[in-house]
Nanobody, 125 residues
């Protein structure tokens, strides 16, 4: 069982930065791949970024095309925390951001077993 709690959301102007954190409970955090998803009003939840467990691949990362080069996902297994550094934010990045845990790093929502409650990110123009 893994419980996830996101933090770090807020209101920022376009071009600004935010860092989201996701604190996980449970001793098996390091064995899970972690992902970030987002859901804007009236839209479906979409993949943002994922990072594999820190095993053979050493934490491989994956990004949606819309955030590649602007967002960075990372994890600190000692702190049971995954981060999403978001730079050069755009109004279209406005959404509720969710972290999630999965046995494997991938882009599919249905592959993720555990979800946080979400944190709101609002980017003003």
């Amino acid at each position: 069982q893994v419980q996830l709690v996101e933090s770090g959301g807020g209101l920022v102007q376009a071009g600004g930065s935010l860092r989201l954190s996701c604190a996980a409970s449970g001793r098996t955090f390091s064995s899970y791949a972690m992902g970030w998803f987002r859901q804007a009003p009236g839209k479906e939840r979409e993949f943002v970024a994922a990072i594999s467990w820190s095993g053979w691949s050493g934490g491989s990362t994956y990004y949606a095309d819309s955030v590649k080069g602007r967002f960075t996902i990372s994890r600190d297994n000692a702190k049971n925390t995954v981060y999403l550094q978001m730079n050069s934010l755009k109004p279209e990045d406005t959404a509720v951001y969710y972290c999630a845990a999965s046995p494997t790093a991938n882009r599919q929502i249905y592959e993720y077993d555990y979800w946080g409650q979400g944190t709101q990110v609002t980017v003003s123009s």
